[in-house]
């Protein structure tokens, strides 16, 4: 595989255009390295409404956001292992350098949030249906974590859930330069 370093930028956006083409709606890591880069270069390829960014050092207000959503899926992906956590977010405060994260809480920690690069809303297909996820990206363009709207019993997204994904992508980003990602035929 050639370095990321010794291509050019176009031929890195090839790379994952054309890997986005053989698996449109596939695992972002599995397509970054398909493509060669990473998942942060192929969030920022993805058009349109199906990758809003907001900068990384909105975390502490997307978070805290994310906590008044219920029970949400919580994502960490490595190349060890995925791991899905459902639960409630709990609030979190700066502090010694990090965000700190829901003492005493199912899910709880500290995230370094000088790291998280970039946030992208993402709404787009997920092996048929439609997913909508908050990804948090550092600075070397490794997805950190993802926050998941839930899906009912039924498979459909949460409508609650949904509502409150898209009011915060379309915050981010105009309305009349968002094409509508159209749901597929169920």
Same mark, same amino acid.
């Given at each position: 595989?050639?370095?990321?370093?010794?291509?050019?930028?176009?031929?890195?956006?090839?790379?994952?255009?054309?890997?986005?083409?053989?698996?449109?709606?596939?695992?972002?890591?599995? !397509? =970054? +390295?398909?493509?060669?880069?990473?998942?942060?270069? /192929?969030?920022?390829?993805?058009? *349109? #409404?199906?990758?809003?960014?907001?900068?990384?050092?909105?975390?502490?207000?997307?978070?805290?956001?994310?906590?008044?959503?219920?029970?949400?899926?919580?994502?960490?992906?490595?190349?060890?292992?995925?791991?899905?956590?459902?639960?409630?977010?709990?609030?979190?405060?700066?502090?010694?350098?990090?965000?700190?994260?829901?003492?005493?809480?199912?899910?709880?920690?500290? !995230? =370094? +949030?000088?790291?998280?690069?970039?946030?992208?809303? /993402?709404?787009?297909?997920?092996? *048929? #249906?439609?997913?909508?996820?908050?990804?948090?990206?550092?600075?070397?363009?490794?997805?950190?974590?993802?926050?998941?709207?839930?899906?009912?019993?039924?498979?459909?997204?949460?409508?609650?859930?949904?509502?409150?994904?898209?009011?915060?992508?379309?915050?981010?980003?105009?309305?009349?330069?968002?094409?509508?990602?159209?749901?597929?035929?169920?």
């Amino acid at each position: 595989m050639t370095e990321l370093s010794d291509m050019t930028f176009e031929a890195v956006e090839a790379r994952i255009d054309a890997a986005l083409a053989a698996e449109p709606d596939g695992v972002i890591e599995r !397509i =970054a +390295a398909k493509a060669g880069t990473t998942p942060g270069a /192929v969030l920022a390829r993805l058009p *349109g #409404r199906d990758a809003v960014r907001l900068d990384g050092t909105d975390l502490a207000s997307v978070w805290n956001e994310l906590t008044g959503w219920g029970d949400v899926l919580v994502i960490v992906h490595t190349a060890a292992g995925v791991f899905e956590i459902d639960t409630a977010l709990m609030p979190g405060t700066a502090g010694q350098g990090y965000f700190n994260v829901g003492s005493g809480a199912a899910l709880h920690g500290h !995230i =370094a +949030a000088s790291r998280c690069a970039a946030i992208y809303c /993402v709404d787009r297909l997920f092996f *048929g #249906r439609r997913s909508c996820s908050i990804q948090f990206v550092d600075g070397d363009g490794t997805i950190m974590f993802k926050i998941f709207v839930r899906r009912a019993a039924d498979r459909s997204l949460d409508p609650a859930q949904l509502a409150l994904f898209e009011a915060l992508r379309d915050r981010a980003v105009p309305a009349a330069h968002q094409p509508t990602l159209a749901a597929p035929a169920a």
